[in-house]
Each structure stands twice: as C-alpha cells, then as structure tokens.
C-alpha cells in the first residue's frame, strides 16, 4: 500500500506527504526546496517558515484538488480501487496533474516522470473529443476513458474534462505535460448554460474584471464552453504550470465549507488573505470587490470560496487569481427569483432581493472600507451594465453563437440593472 507521495512544484521536489497510524496525514517540505530562492509555499496555510505540517492542513488541502461529485469519486474509487473516503488514495491515482502547479506521484514514478519526453500525447480528432463530451453527459464521472496514459484532477460538481491544445489540435497529455483547457458541456436542468457561462464571462471582462478566455464550440453535434487555463502558461514555446489554490485551501478548510452558510469564508475572510498576502493588495480587493458587486448585478448564486483563488509565484508573490465559474440563474423560469441567494453576505445579507445601498454600507464598515467609494464603483457598473449587455449580445452573434437564452439573458440584465441602481440610491 503507498504510504508516500512525491509532490512536484516546477518540476521539483517540494516535499512528501506521508500516511502513518491509520488514516493521519503529514506534509513535509524538502530543505532544499525551503532553502531554493524563488520557493513559494503549496498553500498559505502551510507556510514554508515550517517544515512540517499535521493533518488537519494536508488533508483539507488534498480534498480541495478533488471533484466534490459524489458520482465521480465513487467511479474513481471503484476504478483504482480505494475508499471514497480516502483522499491520499485517490489523490494518488489522479494526481499527476491537478489545478495549480503541484503534482502528486509515487515515488517510484518521479525519475522517470521527470526524464520523460515532453511530448507524448494521445492526439483527438474531432469525433474524438465530440465522443468524450457524450460521455459526459451521460456520466459526469467519464472525465477520461480506459486507455488513456494520463489522469487529472480538478475541484467542483460539473462534469468537465481537461485536454491539451497544441497547433489547433486537442490531445490527451499524460504526466509531465500538462493540460491546457477545460471543456464542460450542457448542465441539463438548465437549458443553456454553456452559452449564459461564456455570455457572463464575456461581460465580467468588458467591465474590467479579470476572468479567463472562453469559448463555446461545437465538436460534432456536442457543444462545449472551452476554458483557457490561466493556470498554465507558455514560457519561451514550452508549457508551464502557475501554482494557484482557492481560498478553503488557503484558510486551511474542508471544500464542504465552501458556503458562507456552512461555515465557510465570507467577504472579510477573504480580504484578510488579500490584505495579508497579496503583492498588490489594493488592486486585488478592488477586484474582488467588483466581483461581488458584478455577481450581485447578474444574479451569480455560485461565487462561494472555492470559486475564488489566488496564484503562488516565486519567491512567495500571491495575487487574486482571475474570476471563473460565473452565470446567471435569473433567465431561468424555474428559478424563484425572490428566493435567490448569494454564496456570501453582503452586509449581513444572503437573499438578492434584500440587497441594497444598507447592505453594501454595513459591508464596507465591516469590512473597514470606505463606503461611499464602494457605493460608487457599485453605481458605475450597474450604469455600464445595459450597454456592456447590448455590446456582448452583438459581439456573440457575430460569433453565431445561437440560444434562446442568449436573448433572456440580455433583457432580463438590462432590467435587472435598473433595479441594482433603484436601491443604490434608496
């Protein structure tokens, strides 16, 4: 039974996690990777001025590089055969290539990991890519087949997939290389979400908030948002993982507390780690703070703590990782719109409906922020919000991108806007 795992940062050793005594975890850095000048930690909750540290930081941390989908851990435990329970174990067969820049391998696994050619991949054509997303529509846990050299891992309920894209091809990277895009398909009991996804993103990045690049393409007769992973990069032509963990991780929590309402981080938790942390701690929380304005603005339900992340770089630089995961539930008939709530309060407020100038005031006090300057900010997006609406419906359909909720959207935001600026200046 693997009792050690080797974890990678930059193609270097960093440390090993070790299991003894049952079930209890450990993580301990290498010196040479504490002592290396550009070192950053593998999460700010283990820090690099310790060397070790206990269970109750690893294993919240390996819980959070995993699908919280039960299906999809009950396949992966049934296919390597280990406990669903057991995050060592499963970290240990899908950790090659996990959200950030670390990976987890056997020791046995390093040396030739580390020696192997860059470039094995298992190329797709487009029947091959449209066949994946089929299977994941019919079994969110199909993340890769049997056959495939390589496995990944990436947090969250929805059926996705991650593949590499090189010179206009998809491919199956395994080991060193990683993947470089994320493509999830339909949700189906909400009709349209892959173009409400790309159609919001698109909007967050015309109001000036940091998100990824996304398209909707079609493979065949299935469609997909495709996601560019921020968290890789090309340096000089060669692929590179950027480290990156959300903020459970980074507080040292369970994912299972990624709600406000169950425990989890909320607004001042999270400026805590911004202020604490960040290399420009002034950007990131203005950034932060128009995201929970714009999540407000659109009706974005999912915006909890482990949809927000802040990237690793050397030398321990920490800056807010772009915005992702975002959508409107407001197009949808059969969403309540008085029921609506957000993942986190705003000023001691979860419901969409109750949010207004009171609450984004008690906030800033809270939160020791000047009010009448978020107040504004506030006002400036949802002023900008019907133009930046008309201008991305335009620029979609260019793109023949074609849905009926594509129109919802645009209208039921215009609206929405309106109403956002009513109770900005009640």
């Known amino acids: 039974m693997i009792q050690e795992l080797v974890v990678l940062l930059d193609n270097r050793e960093a440390g090993r996690v070790r299991k003894a005594g049952g079930s209890r975890l450990s993580f301990r850095y290498s010196d040479e990777w504490r002592s290396a000048p550009a070192a950053y930690p593998i999460s700010l909750s283990m820090p690099l001025t310790a060397a070790e540290h206990g269970h109750g930081r690893i294993e919240p941390f390996l819980w959070g590089l995993l699908p919280d989908n039960e299906r999809i851990l009950e396949h992966w435990g049934s296919r390597f055969h280990v406990s669903t329970k057991n995050a060592f174990g499963l970290i240990a067969s899908v950790g090659e290539d996990c959200a950030g820049a670390i990976q987890f391998l056997r020791p046995g696994r390093v040396e030739g990991m580390l020696k192997r050619r860059p470039s094995e991949v298992g190329w797709l054509d487009e029947s091959g890519v449209a066949q994946r997303l089929r299977s994941l ?38 080991g060193r290389l990683p993947t470089t895009h994320i493509l999830k398909p339909p949700i189906p009991e909400f009709a349209g979400h892959v173009e409400n996804e790309h159609f919001c993103l698109l909007l967050a990045r015309s109001l000036g908030l940091p998100v990824p690049k996304t398209e909707v393409m079609r493979f065949e007769d299935q469609d997909a948002i495709v996601i560019e992973r921020y968290d890789r990069i090309r340096v000089h032509g060669a692929l590179k993982r950027v480290h990156q963990e959300d903020m459970c991780q980074a507080l040292g929590l369970s994912p299972t507390k990624k709600y406000e309402n169950a425990g989890g981080p909320g607004v001042r938790q999270i400026l805590g780690i911004l202020r604490a942390s960040s290399r420009d701690s002034s950007q990131d929380i203005q950034n932060f703070l128009d995201s929970l304005v714009f999540n407000w603005l659109i009706g974005g339900t999912d915006a909890h703590a482990k949809n927000y992340a802040v990237l690793l770089g050397a030398a321990g630089a920490v800056r807010l990782a772009p915005f992702y995961d975002i959508a409107s539930v407001l197009p949808y008939k059969h969403v309540d719109p008085l029921k609506v709530k957000l993942a986190m309060k705003i000023g001691g407020s979860y419901r969409l409906r109750d949010v207004g100038l009171r609450h984004w005031k008690k906030l800033a006090a809270e939160s020791h922020l000047d009010g009448e300057e978020i107040v504004l900010r506030a006002r400036n997006l949802a002023q900008a919000l019907p133009d930046h609406t008309a201008d991305i419906r335009k620029k979609v359909a260019t793109a023949r991108l074609v849905h009926p909720i594509i129109d919802r959207l645009n209208k039921v935001l215009i609206e929405r806007s309106r109403q956002c600026l009513r109770l900005l200046r009640n």
């Open 137 to 174: 529509r019919s079994d969110p846990s199909a993340w890769r087949i049997r056959g495939d050299a390589g496995q990944f891992s990436l947090a969250g309920a929805q059926a996705k997939t991650a593949l590499l894209l090189e010179n206009g091809k998809w491919g199956v990277p395994s």
